[in-house]
């Protein structure tokens, strides 16, 4: 039976009191089944909610986070107290509405925020579970996700959506539960991870293993962490979300508080300060482990290999909406990765808009002020929400 | 007066006793005067001559290497028993060819294959210069090579060439020895280090001072190097020398040695034993300190900053032929920051020609097999030649 518990947080000193959001704890009768072959149980998901359940119970927007996402889509973050990490989008008045839509936001299976994920205690051994927790997929974690909404009672959601990982489980939830997902918006993501994509994340992952404080993933036992390790992997990605463009227009090569070059290896340009700084901040708010996990899940995503290699046959029998969104900008998530989806959703006879939002920021532009975007997230939901009789 | 030495290797255990190359050691009195106000004195100048300097002097090609290049353009090197990094272009019959023309190929100043660099001993010390080196830049590369060339009794150049820093090193010396430089040939490379650049080449050095190893640069003292830190530099820098298609060609989501995930953290993708060969192979035969030193010399080059901004300014008067190549999927150094260098050479006054190469492998294939590169260096070099009357 699922029970409401405060959720848990790998390191509870820097969260405050308040904000920490809400959890289920799953109990040991209640496994998550993994694609590893292994359950997990017991198992928390914590998770925020925004806005308020209609009575038919059909206003739910699901949102599902990135990689260094978490919960905290909206609202002030406990543990950095700035901005949630989709506060131009989420909101009363904002694109995703709280005024009107119930937003759900649970932080995966895997991740760090009070989700049972490596940093959590293995009730097996009493300690962390480290390298012992199992490898999980992005198919898992929206099992989770399906098991959460049933205990909250929710059949139906409105409307899956998230950005690069998240746009993976937007649609992993098409295609594991078709009639649950009345409409779906996949942005700046894939169906299956590239060869480059893949690349980068194993060179963060092995910046954390070459951390000597890393400890073969038992750092927790002894009260450290390789924070260097981790910093190094946050900043190979956060180049990678960044387009060239918005790297030259925001740094190009000014100097950081000096006037000329030091001839010393500090940070003597804006940009490599820029890099220290989100390297740093990071690892005060993210577990090692964790990016390990969530990393390996997004490089096991393969939508069209759970179908026999048809992306198409993942959509089969869905009556999902789609809005499928990219950037021009976006290097890491393209435009043409983006179109595949978007195409083997109608192939599948689905109806699916897709756009192609012009912008120079990357990546990251779906984390940004970007005015297409809103808008047309808010008209599709618009339109969405008509169909279904939503006020 | 400068002699002629065996040049010293940061290993020499691992260099057989054969193709050392040669070396010039420059003597006290002889100080290369650095950027940074410093002097580097005594210093060597380690170089692979290839084919035969002509009666008139008037047939050398100077090849300068990239990052992790060294002298050894051509031939066997002594470290890995592979070819060298230009085998393809530098050679009996090849683009450059050493039946015609006398090739030299000189280790930079700050590299560790025989030119001082960090793993030298520092004579005011007797120990590793480690961080006591002097920051260099790639015009200090350039002025040695000068000397270097001065040494050898080689006034003029046929032609200067070099793809990625090889070719900042080729537009340097337009700019500073206009009256030396024949002709010559930058091939994808950049006239300023990009924000974006930077931003790679500091998560490298920060991966390699994150290494325990490291211990302040001093590692060579305590007779260990910090290898796994150098081979994630390594691994990042290798995603970026190739293109997202030809990792997409080259491996896509192919397993290595396996028929399925193994949820686990070794390599399953073929992509990952690939990188992770890269990065483990590259510590054999490079020095992490040289790896910082050479990658700053990079960020810190920007040509036209030497000339008030004005990058025509730098090629004024010179009465150089240029020749710049760009690839199309080159996205470190795209076709667009080329075109700044053809322009500019323009601007000036000089006989300009420039070329995009469709190839799709990204900044690697200044290295790789690709005819029109060759076609285009033969082609040019033909001209410059019979313009010389050099048969």
Tied chains: 1, 2.
């Excluded at 959890?23 to 590893?36: M, Q, V, W």
């Amino acid at each position: 039976m699922a029970e409401t518990v405060e959720p848990l947080f790998p390191r509870p000193l820097l969260a405050p009191e308040a904000a920490r959001g809400s959890a289920f704890r799953f109990g040991a009768s209640e496994p998550l089944t993994l694609d590893c072959g292994r359950t997990l149980a017991p198992f928390t998901i914590a998770y925020m909610a925004y806005g308020k359940l209609n009575a038919a119970r059909s206003n739910t927007i699901l949102v599902c986070h990135a990689l260094s996402g978490d919960q905290f889509a909206s609202g002030m973050h406990p543990v950095t107290s700035r901005p949630g990490w989709w506060e131009t989008m989420v909101g009363p008045g904002k694109p995703i509405d709280t005024n009107r839509y119930f937003v759900l936001c649970p932080n995966v299976i895997g991740g760090c925020m009070g989700t049972t994920g490596p940093a959590e205690i293995d009730p097996a051994t009493g300690k962390p579970y480290a390298l012992d927790f199992p490898v999980v997929t992005v198919r898992d974690m929206v099992r989770a996700q399906a098991m959460l909404l049933d205990a909250l009672g929710i059949e139906k959601v409105l409307s899956v959506t998230g950005g690069s990982m998240g746009g993976m489980q937007a649609l992993q939830w098409v295609a594991s539960y078709p009639e649950r997902i009345v409409s779906a918006m996949p942005i700046a993501t894939s169906a299956r991870h590239t060869a480059q994509n893949i690349a980068f994340h194993e060179v963060g992952r092995r910046a954390i293993m070459a951390d000597a404080d890393w400890r073969g993933g038992n750092y927790l036992l002894d009260g450290v962490q390789p924070s260097q390790g981790l910093a190094v992997a946050r900043m190979i990605g956060h180049i990678t979300y960044l387009s060239e463009a918005a790297l030259a227009r925001k740094f190009g090569r000014a100097l950081q508080d000096r006037d000329a070059l030091s001839f010393g290896f500090g940070p003597d340009f804006q940009v490599e300060s820029y890099l220290q700084h989100q390297g740093s901040t990071f690892v005060n708010r993210f577990d090692a482990n964790s990016y390990l996990y969530i990393t390996r899940a997004m490089d096991y995503f393969d939508l069209a290999a759970q179908y026999g290699g048809d992306l198409s046959a993942a959509f089969a029998g869905a009556r999902t909406r789609f809005l499928c969104l990219s950037f021009t900008s976006d290097w890491l998530f393209p435009t043409a990765e983006n179109r595949l989806i978007a195409d083997a959703a109608a192939a599948a006879g689905t109806e699916v808009a897709f756009r192609e939002i012009a912008s120079d920021r990357g990546h990251d532009a779906f984390l940004l002020d970007e005015p297409e975007l809103f808008a047309a997230v808010r008209a599709f939901l618009d339109s969405v929400a008509a169909e279904r009789g939503i006020v």
